[in-house]
């Protein structure tokens, strides 16, 4: 019996199928699909021989947990017409339940992940490139939009799973006010807030440090405080594949 593959070699495997497939012009039938959706982040696969900025990030969210986060989503009132935002999509789960792909909108950094996602959901507009860039003059990126404004027009919902770590990449130095946010799905949170509607609302998971740790975290939470009311959270238990890192699920509205 031939050995089960590790899911950095089934990586690697869709890559390879993903470069032929755009090389030679073809779509992917609904079987191919499913395969090029057996992809996930690099997260915690570096003994497996993953390398570069994914390990320390891409962890994809469980299917299952992407259908819970819609849920409440739906319960708290986002309307089945509304514009929806994902600010690092990845191969798209967090789209998938949906009501409509095409008022969908993704960022993504791992062009493999964002491939992915265009194939898979028909309409969505993914960005392959860093979320900060929402934020920036297109189409070079290189000066900051007056008052944080965005090139995007307001959503009715943030939904995301969004990075972790240290707040430091490609744009970091183009905002300041991530020295003072600190971590990565904090400057998410915050900066997402300001992409939503009033009364629009933000469903994120992220790891339970953030609420569970009130001092350390109390100047973000004061921030957006100011942006959004507190709605709900949920704490899980480990849901990833790859860590054993406990999770929250927070929702927000935009005041």
């Not at 031939?2 to 495997?13: E, R």
């Not at 409440?72 to 089945?80: D, E, I, M, N, R």
């Not at 400057?187 to 609420?211: A, D, E, H, Q």
């Not at 406990?246 to 929702?251: A, E, L, V």
Request: with cysteine; charged share 20%; aromatic share 12%.
């Amino acid at each position: 019996m031939a050995a089960k593959l590790n899911q950095h070699a089934v990586n690697q495997q869709i890559e390879t199928f993903l470069h032929q497939m755009d090389r030679d012009g073809w779509q992917p039938s609904a079987e191919q699909k499913q395969f090029l959706l057996g992809y996930e982040g690099s997260g915690g696969l570096g003994s497996k021989g993953a390398t570069g900025e994914g390990l320390l990030h891409e962890y994809y969210t469980p299917a299952f947990v992407c259908e819970l986060m819609w849920e409440l989503a739906k319960h708290y009132g986002f309307p089945a017409t509304g514009r929806v935002l994902e600010p690092g999509c990845a191969t798209g789960r967090l789209i998938a339940p949906a009501p409509d792909f095409t008022r969908c909108t993704g960022f993504e950094i791992n062009p493999t992940s964002a491939r992915i996602a265009e194939l898979a959901y028909p309409g969505l507009k993914v960005h392959t490139n860093y979320f900060e860039t929402a934020f920036l003059q297109a189409p070079r990126y290189t000066q900051r939009l007056p008052k944080l404004g965005s090139w995007l027009e307001p959503f009715d919902l943030v939904i995301g799973n969004p990075p972790y770590g240290v707040y430091k990449n490609l744009y970091s130095s183009y905002f300041p006010e991530g020295k003072r946010l600190r971590q990565i799905d904090i400057f998410f949170t915050v900066m997402s807030l300001r992409l939503l509607k009033p009364g629009g609302l933000l469903v994120f998971i992220t790891g339970s440090n953030f609420l569970r740790n009130g001092h350390s975290y109390q100047a973000a939470k004061e921030e957006m405080g100011q942006l959004a009311d507190f709605v709900d959270a949920y704490r899980l238990p480990s849901v990833f594949a790859s860590t054993a890192v406990p999770t929250d699920i927070f929702i927000l509205r935009r005041k």
